[in-house]
């Protein structure tokens, strides 16, 4: 074995009989796990990838387990005196600290590795719906940035070593070096520049580990951080070797170990400036073969013909760039296979494609979108966040749906929720979602009004609080006689304003609330659990989350008619403990050969469904739910899936669950862990 390489076990070993060891990777191992459980939960839903926010969660803890496991490793050399003979009679400099920084960076590149697996494991075993599109090589592009990140910090501890006597100075310094400066220096910067926050974007060394976790590999990038870490190395080593030059004949050597260590400086500056001119990644597709899209968006890309251009207008710079231009390239595939239209993909930087952006945006694109055109129509994407797949799915169905908006209307004067109210308790995000998909929300005065507006796609009454008057009930009545079609959430403390004339329509207000189901936050209910009819039998498989619901049962007007045009069906659409939660009634079903239009209404039991505070959670299919009740009601058809969407994060986990997962990963097993290597310690201590 090589003098490096006895260094290395010898430290190694070392370390392993330390208590502290057992003590700080237990530590750090319980604030790593207790960071991805709580992100896991927080990301229910989004399209951050996996492997990303485990690294994102492990990958600051780095620099500290490096700092404390090696803040002792040349430090009590240099204070004990040791330094001198083992540099003098046994191993050169650069063994010395080859052997110290191979020591550090197998602990910890064991630490990490051993997380990783466990996280996994656990993972697999009490969320597997999150592991669907990933596999275990899913993880490998996280691993070889978290190693080069490691191999830094390694070094940097090592060299802070060198340049202390103090095990306490070294630890300090090497986090300082590693960790605070930049970061708090950085935040310094994003605060107080003009446009910083802008400007600067996400700090670098969590970018570059969101950037590769995710499957964009950088080339440049990597060799940056072993280039960093080789220095770190070459200072220590001419420090250390300038220990040995003592008295006034050393002095010109120590000046040349400075000007060596100085000049050093420069070059690791001027070869980082070179390496970031080049823009050399490619990326690895592990999870691609799994990533698929909602049965309405494929119903759509096959329905779709022609050929269409997608154009992604916005900065290469932009960090959503890759995300947008990689979901589009998923999208071209996918609807090759369907056999429908044929994409061409295009990118224009506002900042260089002048002539191309000056064209979009007098045809009012705004970047960063996505801008798709078939013919002579139009329709984009606003990119404020994660690419949706909902939102790009509506754009695509826009250029082939047939010229003229749809009315919806939503009644108002009964204490309702606002379509265009923007606060947490409003429904402007769902209203939205109404507009992209072709209508045009209008509020309805039911007492002013002499009748229910021509046009009218369906009447929303969501969450009135007080009942409607009997002339208002009328109309409503009357216009649901002629083959109208109404959407009624209502909730314990809202009567739905309409609950008067549900029972001729063959449903009624049942009992408060089932009890004992699966709950996210307490005082809510998930349902898993849905009905074989058109707006509710594509969600199975996702949950739907309803606060504080009341449940419908049928009325005697159900399926009580004689004439089957007159028959009204009674159908469960959500159901939790026996409870239908929301249901489905249709009168004159039957009657399709008499050229009846059919009666429709969609009650859902919760006022709350679909507010702006309820659907920031994409962890739920509640917004689904409801565009199929739109879907159902205007008779369009296209309805939407398992409530997944292309490349989210679904855990399927619910508030136990969750609390389970954080227990055993963030208590359970580090104090596991913990005890083992104590008793590891303890029998090192006993056979030495």
Request: glycine share 8%; proline share 4%; net charge positive.
């Amino acid at each position: 074995m090589s003098v490096a390489g006895v260094m290395r076990t010898r430290a190694v070993d070392q370390m392993r009989r330390r208590r502290s060891t057992a003590f700080v990777m237990a530590f750090f191992w319980a604030v790593a796990a207790a960071m991805f459980a709580l992100a896991l939960r927080r990301a229910e839903g989004t399209s951050e990838s996996l492997p990303a926010i485990w690294s994102m969660c492990t990958a600051p803890l780095l620099p500290f387990v490096a700092a404390f496991l090696g803040m002792d490793l040349v430090s009590s050399e240099r204070s004990s005196g040791r330094i001198d003979m083992l540099l003098s009679t046994v191993a050169e400099t650069r063994d010395f600290v080859a052997g110290r920084f191979a020591a550090l960076l197998f602990m910890l590149a064991e630490w990490t590795l051993a997380l990783a697996v466990f996280e996994f494991v656990l993972v697999r075993f009490m969320a597997p719906a999150a592991l669907v599109p990933f596999t275990a090589a899913s993880f490998l592009p996280a691993l070889v940035v978290l190693s080069f990140q490691a191999a830094l910090w390694a070094a940097v501890t090592v060299a802070a070593g060198a340049f202390s006597r103090h095990a306490a100075l070294s630890c300090i310094a090497s986090v300082a070096v590693s960790c605070a400066i930049p970061r708090l220096g950085w935040m310094a910067l994003s605060e107080f520049l003009p446009f910083g926050r802008v400007t600067l974007g996400q700090f670098p060394l969590d970018a570059h580990v969101s950037d590769m976790a995710s499957g964009f590999v950088s080339v440049p990038t990597l060799a940056a951080y072993a280039l960093a870490a080789l220095w770190a190395l070459y200072v220590a080593s001419c420090k250390l070797s300038s220990l040995r030059y003592v008295g006034a004949g050393g002095r010109s050597r120590r000046a040349g170990a400075a000007a060596a260590m100085f000049s050093s400086c420069l070059f690791l500056a001027s070869s980082l400036v070179l390496l970031s001119r080049f823009d050399l990644a490619f990326e690895v597709h592990s999870q691609d073969a799994a990533l698929d899209f909602s049965e309405r968006t494929q119903n759509i890309l096959s329905e779709t013909r022609g050929v269409v251009s997608a154009t992604c207008f916005m900065s290469r710079k932009d960090p959503r760039f890759r995300q947008a231009a990689r979901f589009m390239r998923v999208v071209k595939r996918r609807s090759e296979a369907l056999g429908g239209a044929k994409f061409e993909i295009f990118y224009v930087d506002p900042a260089w494609d002048i002539p191309a952006a000056g064209r979009l945006v007098r045809e009012g694109a705004k970047a960063p979108s996505l801008v798709f055109e078939c013919g002579h129509r139009r329709s984009s994407v606003a990119i404020d966040g994660d690419v949706d797949e909902r939102r790009v799915a509506s754009a695509i169905r826009r250029l082939t749906a047939p010229a003229g908006r749809r009315m919806v209307y939503w009644t108002r004067g009964h204490g309702e929720t606002s379509f265009d109210d923007y606060g947490p308790y409003g429904m402007s995000d769902i209203a939205r979602e109404l507009m992209r998909d072709g209508y045009e929300n209008a509020e309805l005065d039911l007492a002013g009004e002499k009748s229910i507006p021509a046009g009218c796609a369906f009447i929303v009454v969501a969450g009135a609080k007080n009942g409607f008057s009997r002339q208002e009930t009328e109309k409503v009545d009357a216009y649901l006689r002629d083959g109208g079609r109404l959407l009624v959430l209502a909730g314990q403390e809202e009567n739905g304003g309409v609950a008067a004339l549900l029972p001729r329509w063959g449903m009624r207000l049942g009992e408060v609330r089932p009890s004992g189901e699966r709950t996210l936050a307490g005082g809510d209910v998930i349902v898993s659990e849905f009905g074989s009819h058109p707006v509710s039998e594509m969600l199975a498989g996702s949950q739907a989350v309803f606060g504080n619901p009341v449940q419908f049962m049928p009325s005697a007007a159900a399926a009580a008619g004689t004439v089957l045009a007159d028959r009204v069906d009674f159908s469960p659409l959500a159901i939790a403990g026996g409870a239908v939660l929301a249901a489905a009634s249709e009168r004159g079903a039957a009657g399709a050969g008499l050229s009846l239009r059919p009666t429709r209404i969609v009650a859902v039991g919760d006022a709350g469904f679909v507010v702006n505070s309820q659907l920031k959670s994409r962890a739920n299919a509640n917004a689904d739910l409801f565009m199929n009740a739109v879907a159902y009601l205007a008779g369009s058809g296209t309805f939407y899936g398992s409530g997944a969407v292309a490349g989210t994060l679904s855990t399927g986990m619910d508030l136990a669950a969750s609390q389970r997962f954080f227990v055993i990963s963030a208590v359970v097993a580090p104090g596991l862990l913990l005890v083992a290597m104590l008793a590891m310690c303890g029998w090192r201590r006993r056979k030495a």
